[in-house]
């Protein structure tokens, strides 16, 4: 099966159920929970048998320790904490983390919303770059000081992370630890939605509501820049608009102050879009049905609406995960993509961190550091 299909099981999504099951194409989703795109790269990682890490505060398990963020309650406060190194698995990298970003999951798996709940206590963070310090004796890919993006369900909020070698990208030399830990999740999984899942083509006309965050925004550069499509993008802020426009949005709508079905079909000449790549779901979403041509892909990433549909959805196929993450590194070592953030926080800040995203003042992706 291509990867342009998952496995479809126990579908009930809660808009018009049956009706809707032939426009919908889900990113991701497994589970009764809270959702967002980055459980797209926790899918793929479950063919890679990357499991969870529950890490110990009391007893050490070795005699060298280093600081990372620590979520001891969920729905409260993070904290910093020395931890204990664990053992390096034998096919395992181990990395000096220099940036780490922030993804919707993480924050969500702190709040117990998430479709994964890590035992407790747990470092959150699902994507860091930086310089691999120690290898498995069972890697083949990797050696010690190559610079590196990595992913993993949890681990990423630490001066130390250790993950399997295939969760693990070598960086071109031109791409930086921070654009490195800006662009893998964002523009993975909007690669992944625009090419692998809508199969987006020159001259379709693309909508994209939510287009101002990490996903959205890349899914404006990689439409308009890279496939060449016709970008619709919808926020609720001129300047976040604003700065769709600088990624190559040619239509922008404030859907707090337009008329957004009225706008489409005006920039569309009634005709409808190609794609519609959702990341807010909710009342977006049935927007999106009644601006879609006929024949037009729907993906749902996100639902920052907090309404999120119920469904129980399997990713496979993990070589289209890992050329979509190798393309965005290639596209940003090309300079064709510049990935953007709009803050860096220490780890002593992560809480104040996760505001500033919850509270929807951020563009792009929001990034972490460990170091004082």
Same mark, same amino acid.
């Given at each position: 099966?291509?990867?342009?299909?998952?496995?479809?099981?126990?579908?009930?999504?809660?808009?018009?159920?049956?009706?809707?099951?032939?426009?919908?194409?889900?990113?991701?989703?497994?589970?009764?929970?809270?959702?967002?795109?980055?459980?797209?790269?926790?899918?793929?990682?479950?063919?890679?048998?990357?499991?969870?890490?529950?890490?110990?505060?009391?007893?050490?398990?070795?005699?060298?320790?280093?600081?990372?963020?620590?979520?001891?309650?969920?729905?409260?406060?993070?904290?910093?904490?020395?931890?204990?190194?664990?053992?390096?698995?034998?096919?395992?990298?181990?990395?000096?983390?220099?940036?780490?970003?922030?993804?919707?999951?993480?924050?969500?798996?702190?709040?117990?919303?998430?479709?994964?709940?890590?035992?407790?206590?747990?470092?959150?963070?699902?994507?860091?770059?930086?310089?691999?310090?120690?290898? *498995?004796? =069972? &890697?083949?890919?990797?050696?010690? #000081?190559?610079?590196?993006?990595? $992913?993993?369900?949890?681990?990423?909020?630490? @001066?130390?992370?250790?993950?399997?070698?295939?969760?693990?990208?070598?960086?071109?030399?031109?791409?930086?630890?921070?654009?490195?830990?800006?662009?893998?999740?964002?523009?993975?999984?909007?690669?992944?939605?625009?090419?692998?899942?809508?199969?987006?083509?020159?001259?379709?006309?693309?909508?994209?509501?939510?287009?101002?965050?990490?996903?959205?925004?890349?899914?404006?550069?990689?439409?308009?820049?890279?496939?060449?499509?016709?970008?619709?993008?919808?926020?609720?802020?001129?300047?976040?608009?604003?700065?769709?426009?600088?990624?190559?949005?040619?239509?922008?709508?404030?859907?707090?102050?337009?008329?957004?079905?009225?706008?489409?079909?005006?920039?569309?000449?009634?005709? *409808?879009? =190609? &794609?519609?790549?959702?990341?807010? #779901?909710?009342?977006?979403?049935? $927007?999106?049905?009644?601006?879609?041509?006929? @024949?037009?892909?729907?993906?749902?990433?996100?639902?920052?609406?907090?309404?999120?549909?119920?469904?129980?959805?399997?990713?496979?196929?993990?070589?289209?995960?890992?050329?979509?993450?190798?393309?965005?590194?290639?596209?940003?070592?090309?300079?064709?993509?510049?990935?953007?953030?709009?803050?860096?926080?220490?780890?002593?800040?992560?809480?104040?961190?996760?505001?500033?995203?919850?509270?929807?003042?951020?563009?792009?992706?929001?990034?972490?550091?460990?170091?004082?």
């Amino acid at each position: 099966m291509s990867f342009a299909m998952f496995i479809f099981r126990r579908i009930n999504i809660k808009y018009q159920a049956r009706t809707l099951q032939k426009y919908v194409t889900p990113l991701y989703t497994k589970g009764q929970s809270s959702s967002s795109p980055e459980y797209l790269f926790s899918s793929a990682a479950c063919n890679v048998a990357l499991s969870n890490r529950r890490i110990s505060t009391t007893v050490p398990i070795s005699n060298s320790t280093f600081r990372a963020v620590v979520c001891e309650e969920l729905g409260k406060p993070l904290v910093v904490k020395d931890i204990a190194h664990p053992p390096l698995k034998d096919n395992e990298v181990r990395l000096e983390s220099a940036y780490s970003g922030i993804n919707h999951a993480d924050i969500l798996k702190t709040m117990g919303l998430y479709q994964e709940r890590p035992d407790l206590p747990f470092i959150p963070g699902s994507e860091c770059a930086g310089t691999i310090i120690e290898v *498995g004796r =069972d &890697v083949t890919r990797f050696q010690k #000081g190559d610079r590196v993006v990595c $992913l993993m369900r949890t681990g990423g909020f630490g @001066e130390i992370v250790d993950v399997p070698q295939t969760m693990a990208w070598k960086l071109p030399d031109d791409v930086s630890y921070r654009d490195a830990a800006t662009s893998v999740v964002s523009y993975g999984t909007a690669h992944m939605a625009l090419l692998w899942k809508a199969n987006t083509k020159p001259g379709d006309t693309v909508l994209i509501s939510g287009a101002a965050g990490g996903v959205g925004l890349a899914a404006v550069e990689i439409a308009a820049k890279i496939i060449g499509a016709t970008v619709i993008a919808i926020a609720g802020d001129d300047e976040k608009l604003a700065l769709t426009k600088e990624k190559g949005a040619t239509h922008i709508i404030n859907h707090r102050k337009q008329d957004v079905k009225k706008e489409i079909l005006a920039i569309t000449k009634k005709k *409808g879009v =190609d &794609v519609v790549i959702d990341n807010v #779901g909710g009342d977006m979403f049935e $927007l999106g049905l009644r601006c879609i041509a006929f @024949e037009g892909r729907i993906v749902t990433i996100g639902y920052a609406s907090g309404v999120i549909p119920k469904s129980n959805y399997e990713l496979e196929r993990y070589e289209k995960f890992d050329l979509s993450i190798s393309t965005v590194l290639r596209l940003c070592s090309e300079g064709k993509i510049q990935p953007h953030f709009s803050a860096v926080y220490p780890f002593d800040k992560t809480n104040q961190a996760y505001k500033f995203v919850l509270t929807r003042k951020s563009t792009g992706k929001v990034l972490l550091y460990p170091k004082d």
